[in-house]
């Protein structure tokens, strides 16, 4: 795992995201809705609640938004989100698998077949790519030039971090957790004053693709970016090295 940075990514999603705010909004809504239908409307005694609301925040959706919704999704309303994850390859047998939540399957169906056929790639079935991938707790630290690296090093491992990464010239650490222990590392290093930009569940590739076709490269950017901008799409996870 070390040495392949995640920022990088984050970083594009971060970026498009503040340039699709409302986009932003929508899906976080989705995931909160969920999980209020899912363990109720109490933040403190729904811990998916309470870390999708620190998220809602870190993407600077307002408080009142952030009320609204869990005012909404506690209510009885006749809209019910199912997750559906979709897995297949783009151009070239980059690995892909796209999580997504809707209120209609058969549409999201439908954009996700079109999506991958017209940008070179394929749907597949359940776990034809998802072997590729481990589940980790990602845990993105700001490096404001005053963090001692050795000593963060040292104090997320002792809290049961699995990695460490500080990539030279990065504004910014990445620390690997096993999923189950993301949320106690989290709040471990929040209670040192470290300034966490973001924590959550990742899918890590255990190898990485190279494209080398320059067709290959601009349709998977393609996809990549149909994929980003529609509404059901939660999370994409792929295996393309990007240069």
Not at 15 to 26: I, L, M, N, P, Y
Not at 42 to 68: M, Q, Y
Not at 120 to 144: A, H, P, R, T
Request: net charge negative; hydrophobic share 35%.
């Amino acid at each position: 795992m070390s040495g392949h940075s995640k920022w990088k990514n984050i970083m594009h999603k971060k970026e498009k995201s503040d340039a699709q705010r409302a986009k932003v909004f929508t899906k976080i809504g989705k995931e909160m809705a969920i999980a209020i239908k899912a363990g109720g409307p109490d933040p403190n005694a729904n811990g998916k609640l309470k870390d999708l609301i620190a998220k809602a925040k870190a993407n600077n959706v307002p408080n009142e938004n952030i009320e609204r919704i869990i005012k909404k999704a506690s209510g009885d309303n006749d809209i019910n989100y199912e997750t559906i994850i979709y897995e297949g390859y783009g151009p070239s047998g980059v690995a892909v698998i796209v999580e997504t939540t809707t209120d209609n399957r058969n549409r999201t169906a439908s954009d996700m077949r079109h999506y991958f056929d017209k940008f070179g790639g394929n749907l597949g079935q359940s776990g034809c790519v998802s072997y590729l991938f481990d589940d980790k707790g990602v845990i993105i630290i700001e490096n404001d030039g005053d963090i001692d690296e050795d000593k963060l090093m040292e104090e997320a491992l002792e809290a049961g971090a699995e990695d460490f990464i500080a990539a030279e010239g990065s504004d910014v650490f990445e620390i690997y957790t096993e999923p189950a222990d993301l949320s106690a590392i989290k709040e471990t290093l929040i209670n040192k004053k470290y300034i966490i930009l973001t924590a959550e569940i990742d899918k890590i590739p255990q190898n990485y693709l190279t494209l080398e076709n320059e067709d290959d490269i601009k349709k998977m950017n393609l996809l990549l970016e149909h994929l980003d901008d529609n509404d059901d799409v939660q999370n994409v996870y792929h295996n393309w090295e990007e240069a």
